[in-house]
């Protein structure tokens, strides 16, 4: 290493003492490692780790843009997280070289790729497990800008064991490997569903309260439903399905199909009395299969 | 129709914890309390949709000579 210091000479007891105010390693390893502090002060000037920064990213993403290498398991673990945990995804991969001298345009070149897809939700990049010098190129300044740049939030994954790459800290949020990244970002289909079918169950019961002679087939209803709920060996997507099915079934307005109709004035209020309809006041007539425009003639 | 680009499912899903929360305030009146549940009937059946898609597409996306996008399906 090299040490950079003022030396003092005690002639007497013949020693030579040295204070070192800066050393600087000269190994390969070091000067990386300089190179990622210079990299990180510039970074860090420029705002580009600021919390401020950070956006959140959608509870529950449509499109997501990958960027990493073809080779590798990466990929495929990143593909089956996805296939296990949430279906109703699109992943866009844009691929790019990953270590290598060549790699930091490679990925500046595909995040300017994914900056040009329009409608995707976020971005996620990174790379499986590697040496040090390979995941160096997760601490180019190149790349971190064209992270910093992205229209999109972006996740970024390096699999390291214990160091953060620089791009970590410009992204939105980061994960240690990209398999936990897309556990992160996208959510559990059990979850969801199950949600969605103690919503539903809430919204059988909530009308169920107010209608007098419909109350109680609604709320036998919504009882039915929340024993369904507790069926954890069927596909959630065939409950969510059935739920559907049954509430629509339960809709005051299935009666419109036997010949009724629902007459609203224009904030919605259903039309009960004659005062309700001076001569010349529009409204809207709900039949079985939508909306008529009305009029009132009389009184 | 909601926007199938943006984030609908949370969209649908906020609104129909709204509408579960007016239907279940006391003060909501019969024709609100209908509004609300056709509303949330619909809101319900638009989250179950994205709920039941069928397979994730993992697409690949390549620029061309002339930088131009290239979508293609890609099989892992």
């Known amino acids: 290493m090299y040490a950079l210091g003022g030396p003092t000479v005690f002639e007497k007891r013949g020693e030579l003492s040295l204070s070192v105010v800066v050393m600087l390693p000269t190994s390969g390893i070091g000067q990386a490692q300089l190179a990622k502090e210079r990299v990180r002060a510039a970074l860090e000037k420029d705002g580009l780790f600021d919390p401020d920064r950070k956006r959140r990213f959608p509870a529950h993403p449509r499109r997501i843009a990958v960027v990493t290498s073809l080779d590798g398991a990466a990929l495929h673990d990143m593909i089956t997280v996805t296939r296990r945990r949430w279906r109703s995804v699109r992943l866009y991969l844009v691929p790019a070289q990953v270590q290598g001298a060549e790699a930091p345009a490679a990925l500046v070149r595909a995040l300017g790729v994914v900056n040009r897809l329009t409608k995707v939700d976020l971005c996620v990049i990174g790379r499986g497990g590697g040496s040090r010098e390979d995941l160096g190129t997760f601490d180019d300044e190149r790349v971190c800008r064209a992270v910093a740049a992205l229209r999109v939030p972006c996740m970024s994954a390096v699999g390291h064991e214990t160091d953060v790459s620089l791009t970590d800290l410009v992204a939105d949020g980061f994960a240690p490997t990209p398999s936990a990244a897309m556990e992160r970002l996208l959510p559990d289909l059990e979850e969801t569903v199950r949600h969605a079918e103690s919503l539903a169950s809430r919204l059988a019961h909530g009308l169920g309260r107010r209608t007098g002679l419909l109350a109680a087939r609604l709320l036998r209803s919504g009882d039915r439903m929340q024993m369904a709920m507790s069926h954890r060996l069927q596909d959630p997507r065939a409950r969510l399905d059935q739920y559907a099915g049954q509430l629509e079934a339960l809709s005051p307005l299935k009666v419109l199909g036997r010949g009724y109709s629902v007459a609203r004035l224009p904030d919605g209020t259903v039309v009960k009395r004659t005062a309700q309809l001076p001569a010349g006041t529009g409204f809207t007539l709900r039949v079985s299969d939508g909306d008529v425009d009305a009029r009132s003639l009389s009184p | ?76």
């Open chain 2, 1 to 76: 129709m909601p926007d199938p680009t943006s984030d609908s499912l949370s969209a649908d899903l906020r609104r129909l914890e709204e509408i579960v929360r007016g239907l279940e305030a006391e003060d909501t009146d019969l024709d609100r309390a209908l509004l609300l549940f056709e509303e949330g009937v619909a809101r319900l059946r638009s989250a179950r949709e994205r709920l039941t898609e069928a397979e994730a597409r993992v697409q690949k996306v390549l620029e061309d000579a002339a930088g131009q996008l290239r979508v293609t399906d890609f099989e892992a």
